[in-house]
Structures are given as structure tokens and as C-alpha cells.
């Protein structure tokens, strides 16, 4: 029968409890008169379901908002992989008794089907190995899909976990084995293959794909998946040795290398990669400069008053800003020795970090009009063409919660695209619904953001912003466009609201002069 662990008239309908089973950490989740219980712990990166949000049968962590099903466990959103084992449980005479095995795992792959070429003949290629095709391949086969499914792309790892980069990675906090999505034997097991290749050419129309070693691939459906290449410095000098951008492994690696032998840095680009980057150096003891276009960092994103919180904090622990500044050359020669703004300013660097955006790597991509900045576009399916779907940072979609196009460089959402267009894909013809989501974590402060802001006129706050307790909304009009801030209930409320279409009008919540989304979504 289990452990008893509750009275289940303890547990308030719809809510999430932590207990201990054995020794080990269980959530029970109680609907009605049925109690569930699971691992405690994400898959993602080991955050307390029990600190998580039960609404609408989805069981929200705190962590990232990986989502699963209240019912089951089974994984319904991103970032995670795996889904928290589920465990007997049951309710005699009004007490709740769980049944852990010693031996149980803390978390398991999702069932999938097994790759049988002759039961389903077709190729699903995936053009791309990051984070789309990750999510993709895997919803393929839980999708029922036995064909061929191969990755095509030109790097030598099978995807890894790219957010980790610019934080612990490069603190050195973080081993390197850390960092794959899933170990080779894993994509070996269920027949996922990975041809090591550069896309030189992609025929949309006829969904020819030609490779650099001459050869052809014509699947039966294609994920168009490229990502975006880092833009690089355009000045004088900007050739010279020590200069690093930061998008892949291999750039974490050696920028993580030449860290170890470097005093001072100079980051170019106040954004949230450089920004990153910056904390990450300052914590290894680095001096660094961040040199800036805007006069205030993240304003466009998230308004001034959050942006100097932010740089408040940098500051605090010795980083320097340069705002309103552009480089104007790079002096040293073969290695780079400084940095030259400009207002004629000099400051000398060991190293340079360039973080001032990304292009959609889609030059390759023929037979169809690419957008002006380089994107492809997509329909509510992520469908490009007949046997064509695409997703991630290359990809400007229809985003249904605020009614216009977008290009969004999320982690998440990149993940939130594979696992949808893969769907497609298997024959689901569904239109993507997901809420873009990302975090950031700068020192000692964690700041996450929900929904699609661009475009955003005005900002409700609730909290304290300058002590960086707070949540803010960013309206345009009286439509709501997403939510920021350090409370972490608050933006996942936000997020299920927004899921929901059941955010209340911007007015309302100005009018009110505070607000509370987590008892919104409980009404």
C-alpha cells in the first residue's frame, strides 16, 4: 500500500504539496477526490515542483516553466526533456499512501515509438542541431513516427544546453558534461541519425537539400532550423587576435580559455548575452568595461527604471559602463590591446567580447521571399511550403497572443517550435499556441519574462523595481503584452493567463494601482 504521507482533506483541491516518502522528496497533486504523486524535483534543472503552479491540469515549474500534465506527468512544455516518474498513490478511508521504490528514478524519457523503416519508408530531415531539432526529433518519436529522422548539421556536437554558455559555463562553475541534451547513445538508441554536413543549398519548392561534399538529400518533410550567426565588429583592427563572440560551445571554450590569462575585457553590446557575459568574468575576477549604443541598458525591452536597476547591480560589483558609445577601431596589431570608442577614448583590453545580435543563418534557403532582416516566414502552423515547417531564431511567426509577426531569440520558444512543428509534422495540424518565456540570471539576480512585449507603449508596476522586488506589465493600449520581473509566481500566472486568453484589460489593472495574477488565475 505505500507510505502514508497526508489526510487528503490537508490537501486544498488543485494544489501541489511536498512530502517525503522514504527519504526522498515526493509532490503530491491533488484534483477532486484523486491524489497524484511525482519526483520533486524538474528535469530541467532540479527546482521543487512543490514551489510549482497547478492550473488548468498542467503543472507549471517554478524553475523555467517546464509544464506537465497534473494527470500523468507527461511533458507538455519546454525546457525540460524528461518527465518526474509518477508513483502509486492512494486514498483509503481519507489518508494518502504513496508508494516510492528505493530504486525508482527521479525522472523518464517520455515512451517512444521505435524507428522501423518498414513500417514508415519517409525521411523527416532536420536542417539544423540545435535547439528546434532537439525538441523536434524526440516529439517526432513520441508522435508515433517510425521513418528515418536525420539531423544535418555542419558542428561536431549533438545538441547541448546553449542558455548555460554565457552563466556557469563560463564562470568554469559548470563541467562540460554537463552540458549535452541527451548523451549520443540516447539519439543512437531510437534510430536518430546525425549527417555531419554543411547545407550549401535548400530548394524550398522541391525540398532538395545539396551538401557541401556534393551529395543530395530529398526527404519527405523538412524542419528548417539554421539558427542565427553572431554579427561581428566592422571597424579597423577588428581582425586582431582576442576577439570573441560568444554563440557556440567551441566559442564558450576558448573565450573560457583566454579568460584564465586575461585582466580586462571589454564587452561590446549591452544586451542580455553581453550582460551574461559580463557577470560571469566579473565573478572569475576580470575587469570589464561594457561598451553600449543605448543610453541605457535593456531600456527597449524592459524600460529604463529596469535597465538601471540592473546596471545598479553590475556596478555594485565592479563593472564599468560606457553607454551611448560605439566602437570606432581596435588597436594592438596580431592580439588585441585596446578599444577605441567613438569620443576618441582609449581602453585597454586583454580580450573583446562582440554580443551585438544575431542574423537569421538562412543565405542558403533558395525558392522562397525571406523577410527584410532575413527570417523565414511562417503560418500558425510553422508551415513555410507543402513538406516544409522551420522554427527558432530564424523563423518570424504569427504570434497569436498579441496579433502580429515575430522573430523571438528564446531558448524556450526555440524548443517550443521543434516540439510543435514536429507535431505538424506527424500529422496533428495544429496551430502553435506557446507563450514565449525566457530568463536571465545577472549576479545574484534572476529576471524572467513572459510573452511578446514589441511594440509596448506603457509599463504597470507593481513592487519595488530599484530594489529589484517586482513585477511589471507591458501594455499597448489596453492590451497586455507581457510580464517582467523577479517574482516568479507572478510571471508564471501571467503566462497561464496569457495561455488562457484570459488576461484582464490593461485599464483595469491601472486603474486597481496594484494586482495580484496569481489570484487572477484562480478566479
Not at 498542467?58 to 500523468?72: E, I
Not at 508551415?383 to 497572443?401: I, K, L
Not at 493567463?497 to 494601482?513: C, K
Request: hydrophobic letters at 45%.
Amino acid at each position: 500500500m505505500g507510505e502514508k504521507v497526508a489526510r487528503i482533506d490537508e490537501l486544498a483541491d488543485g494544489t501541489v504539496h511536498e512530502v517525503v516518502v522514504g527519504g526522498k522528496r515526493v509532490v503530491l497533486v491533488r484534483r477532486g477526490e484523486s491524489v497524484r504523486a511525482f519526483a520533486a524535483r524538474c528535469p530541467h534543472y532540479g527546482v521543487s515542483l512543490g514551489k510549482g503552479m497547478l492550473h488548468d491540469g498542467r503543472l507549471v515549474c517554478a524553475g523555467h516553466q517546464a509544464v506537465f500534465a497534473a494527470d500523468d506527468g507527461h511533458l507538455l512544455e519546454p525546457p525540460a526533456f524528461d518527465c518526474p516518474a509518477r508513483f502509486e498513490a492512494r486514498v483509503v478511508d481519507g489518508d494518502v499512501f504513496v508508494d516510492r521504490p528505493d530504486d525508482a528514478p527521479s525522472a523518464v524519457p517520455p515512451p517512444m515509438a521505435d524507428f522501423d523503416p518498414v513500417a514508415d519508408g519517409r525521411t523527416f530531415a532536420m536542417i539544423g542541431g540545435g535547439g528546434v531539432a532537439a525538441a523536434a526529433v524526440e516529439t517526432l518519436r513520441v508522435e508515433g513516427f517510425q521513418g528515418r529522422i536525420v539531423v544535418i548539421d555542419e558542428g561536431e556536437r549533438w545538441p547541448y544546453d546553449r542558455p548555460n554558455l554565457s552563466k556557469d559555463f563560463l564562470t568554469g562553475e559548470l563541467d562540460p558534461q554537463w552540458l549535452p541534451l541527451r548523451p549520443a547513445s540516447f539519439y543512437e538508441k531510437h534510430g536518430i541519425e546525425r549527417l555531419r554536413a554543411r547545407v550549401c543549398t535548400f530548394d524550398m519548392p522541391s525540398r532538395v537539400v545539396q551538401l557541401d561534399d556534393g551529395t543530395t538529400v530529398v526527404p519527405d518533410a523538412v524542419l528548417l532550423a539554421p539558427g542565427a550567426a553572431p554579427r561581428t565588429l566592422e571597424v579597423p583592427g577588428a581582425d586582431a587576435h582576442g576577439i570573441f563572440t560568444l554563440r557556440s560551445w567551441d566559442d564558450a571554450e576558448r573565450l573560457r580559455t583566454a579568460a584564465a590569462a586575461a585582466d580586462r575585457v571589454v564587452i561590446v553590446g549591452g544586451g542580455f548575452l553581453g550582460l551574461e557575459a559580463a557577470a560571469a568574468l566579473t565573478e572569475r575576477g576580470l575587469r570589464v568595461t561594457v561598451v553600449g549604443r543605448d543610453e541605457a541598458i535593456l531600456a527597449r525591452v524592459f524600460g529604463t527604471s529596469v535597465g538601471d536597476a540592473l546596471r545598479q547591480v553590475h556596478e555594485q560589483r565592479g563593472t564599468r559602463f560606457r553607454l551611448g558609445r560605439t566602437v570606432r577601431e581596435v588597436h594592438g596589431g596580431a592580439a588585441v590591446k585596446a578599444v577605441v570608442l567613438d569620443d576618441g577614448s582609449e581602453m585597454p583590453a586583454d580580450l573583446v567580447v562582440v554580443a551585438v545580435g544575431v542574423r537569421p543563418a538562412t543565405a542558403f534557403v533558395h525558392g522562397v521571399t525571406l523577410n527584410l532582416d532575413g527570417a523565414v516566414e511562417v503560418d500558425d502552423r510553422l508551415r513555410v511550403a507543402p513538406g516544409v515547417w522551420a522554427g527558432g531564431d530564424a523563423v518570424r511567426y504569427p504570434e497569436p497572443h498579441i496579433r502580429q509577426a515575430v522573430r523571438i531569440e528564446h531558448w524556450r520558444l526555440a524548443l517550443q517550435h521543434g516540439r510543435a512543428a514536429a507535431r505538424n509534422m506527424a500529422g496533428r495540424d495544429e496551430p502553435f499556441r506557446g507563450v514565449p518565456f525566457f530568463w536571465t540570471r545577472q549576479h545574484d539576480v534572476s529576471l524572467e519574462y513572459a510573452g511578446a512585449g514589441q511594440g509596448w507603449e506603457d509599463i504597470i508596476v507593481s513592487g519595488d523595481i530599484e530594489n529589484l522586488d517586482f513585477v511589471a506589465l507591458y501594455a499597448r493600449g489596453s492590451r497586455l503584452l507581457a510580464a517582467a520581473g523577479t517574482r516568479t509566481p507572478q510571471i508564471a500566472a501571467f503566462a497561464e493567463l496569457m495561455r488562457a486568453d484570459r488576461l484582464p484589460p490593461a485599464d483595469e489593472l491601472r486603474e486597481a494601482g496594484a494586482f495580484d495574477l496569481t489570484a487572477l488565475l484562480e478566479e
